[in-house]
Nanobody, 124 residues
Framework: QVHLVESGGGLVQPGGSLRLSCAASGVILSINAMGWYRQTPGKQRELVAEIIRDAIINYADSVKGRFTISRDSAKNTVFLEMNSLKPEDTAVYYC??????????????????WGQGTQVTVSS
């Protein structure tokens, strides 16, 4: 299995900044993508930002110019720098891993893993 440990969530005033971190551990053969999603009650989970094959970066239109995603490949860690935060950014943020792992009896399989979520609240 792949275990994701998230950190960095909290309460911040509008216009403030937060930095989220997510470290992946386990028998990881390759990483297809790591990224961040967010979800509010009654809403679908939506993509915030992702890095595909450690090269291609996608951002949601709502966060472009404010959020920056980056990776430390050696540590299997992904970061999300969030600047100029707005109340509408309030959500539970989930780290996502998509890659290949080795499973006993199954060989190499694709695996999709989610972190437990970290609360980000933007309020005055």
């Amino acid at each position: 299995q792949v275990h994701l440990v998230e950190s960095g969530g909290g309460l911040v005033q509008p216009g403030g900044s937060l930095r989220l971190s997510c470290a992946a551990s386990g028998v990881i053969l390759s990483i297809n993508a790591m990224g961040w999603y967010r979800q509010t009650p009654g809403k679908q989970r939506e993509l915030v930002a992702e890095i595909i094959r450690d090269a291609i970066i996608n951002y949601a239109d709502s966060v472009k110019g404010r959020f920056t995603i980056s990776r430390d490949s050696a540590k299997n860690t992904v970061f999300l720098e969030m600047n100029s935060l707005k109340p509408e950014d309030t959500a539970v943020y989930y780290c996502n891993f998509r890659g290949s792992v080795r499973k006993p009896g199954l060989g190499i399989v694709d695996f999709d893993s989610w972190g437990q979520g970290t609360q980000v609240t933007v309020s005055s």
